[in-house]
T-cell receptor, first 117, second 109 residues
Framework: GAVVSQHPSRVICKSGTSVKIECRSLDFQATTMFWYRQFPKQSLMLMATSNEGSKATYEQGVEKDKFLINHASLTLSTLTVTSAHPEDSSFYIC?????????????FGQGTRLTVV | DAKTTQPPSMDCAEGRAANLPCNHSTISGNEYVYWYRQIHSQGPQYIIHGLKNNETNEMASLIITEDRKSSTLILPHATLRDTAVYYCIGREYGNKLVFGAGTILRVKS
């Protein structure tokens, strides 16, 4: 079945550096992808909608200059956490809707555990 | 998208049916009811969805009340691997998924 691959699964970086997370749809094209963040013991929070060929749409309260999103192709979206700080440590998850069927389901990546030290 | 309400947690004995309720009294006619689950430190996994008819697949059954204000996800024979957070989401076709708090289901031997 359709799969979304996310890389890396785990990353540790120093405070002040930038980290890029990749999200790929493996056997289908995704003109739209979604990025979520999840803190421990909390639900997923939608951060932004990534649109192929146009700017990302950010949810209220999410800093677009800090969380840079680039939807470079129909199968790849990237999230760059710029100038990371310890409070950015979280579980980041991407999702891509499978538009092959009506009432579509969405496929999720396996998530990226970011730790900023 | 419709606001959904779920109990924060439930326990279920292994091998028994797990019935997870969800209230979505403000759901509109175009919104589907989706169920996802998240096992610890993994991305969410799609389970099932429905509009107004009851649905069944290899994972679960979804029972939607006639007025569509509530639904129940049924895992017919729960196993320890079904321990997860289960999310009920009301969503229009193609729209983004917005997650609520979900229900922590603990399957116990």
């Amino acid at each position: 079945g359709a799969v979304v691959s996310q890389h890396p699964s785990r990353v540790i970086c120093k405070s002040g550096t930038s980290v890029k997370i990749e999200c790929r749809s493996l056997d289908f094209q995704a003109t739209t992808m979604f990025w979520y963040r999840q803190f421990p013991k909390q639900s997923l929070m939608l951060m932004a909608t990534s649109n192929e060929g146009s700017k990302a749409t950010y949810e209220q309260g999410v800093e677009k200059d800090k969380f840079l999103i680039n939807h470079a192709s129909l199968t790849l979206s990237t999230l760059t956490v710029t100038s990371a700080h310890p409070e950015d440590s979280s579980f980041y998850i991407c999702s891509a809707p499978n538009l092959r069927g009506f009432g579509t389901e969405a496929f999720f990546g396996q998530g990226t555990r970011l730790t900023v030290v | 998208d419709a606001k959904t309400t779920q109990p924060p947690s439930m326990d279920c004995a292994e091998g028994r049916a797990a019935n997870l309720p969800c209230n979505h009294s403000t759901i509109s006619g175009n919104e589907y009811v989706y169920w996802y689950r998240q096992i610890h430190s993994q991305g969410p996994q799609y389970i099932i969805h429905g509009l107004k008819n009851n649905e069944t697949n290899e994972m679960a059954s979804l029972i939607i009340t006639e007025d569509r204000k509530s639904s129940t996800l049924i895992l017919p024979h729960a196993t320890l691997r079904d321990t997860a957070v289960y999310y009920c989401i009301g969503r229009e076709y193609g729209n983004k998924l917005v997650f609520g708090a979900g229900t922590i289901l603990r399957v116990k031997s």
